[in-house]
Nanobody
Framework: VQLQASGGGLVQSGGSLRLSCTVSGIRLANWAIGWFRQAPGKEREGVSCIRNVSGQKYYTESVKGRFTISRDNAKNTVYLQMNDLQPEDTAVYYC??????????????????WGQGTLVTVSS
C-alpha cells in the first residue's frame, strides 16, 4: 500500500491550495482516509477524514468552513481543498489510510498507512 501526497506550496494569506492523496494497492472506496498536519515544534494533528463507503466527512474545528475533503474513487485519490489559508495553517500535511473508519479519526495512531507529506507555507 502506498500513499502519495502532493499539492503543497507557498501561498499568501487568504489564498487557496488543493492537496491530493493518491493511493495504490488498495481500493479507495473501502478505506477511510485522513489528512493530518504537523507544524514546526508542534504535534501532528488530525485535520479531516472521509469515511469509507458512506463518504461522511469530518473536520477539526479550526478548518471547518474553509477546508473541504473529497474523494474520486475512479482516480484512487482524495483531495483536500483549502481556502482562506492563514499563517497558522503552515505545516507539513500528511494523508493516512485506515481499513475501517474509527471514531477517533483525528488520532494518528489509528491509521495503518501514511504518505510522505507535502509542505504548505502560508505567508502573512
Amino acid at each position: 500500500v502506498q500513499l502519495q501526497a502532493s499539492g503543497g506550496g507557498l501561498v499568501q494569506s487568504g489564498g487557496s491550495l488543493r492537496l491530493s492523496c493518491t493511493v495504490s494497492g488498495i481500493r479507495l472506496a473501502n478505506w477511510a482516509i485522513g489528512w493530518f498536519r504537523q507544524a514546526p515544534g508542534k504535534e501532528r494533528e488530525g485535520v479531516s477524514c472521509i469515511r469509507n463507503v458512506s463518504g461522511q466527512k469530518y473536520y477539526t474545528e479550526s478548518v471547518k468552513g474553509r477546508f473541504t475533503i473529497s474523494r474520486d474513487n475512479a482516480k484512487n485519490t482524495v483531495y483536500l481543498q483549502m481556502n482562506d489559508l492563514q499563517p497558522e495553517d503552515t505545516a507539513v500535511y500528511y494523508c493516512a489510510a485506515r481499513a475501517v473508519f474509527h471514531l477517533n479519526w483525528y488520532r494518528d495512531d489509528v491509521y495503518d498507512y501514511w504518505g510522505q507529506g507535502t509542505l504548505v507555507t502560508v505567508s502573512s
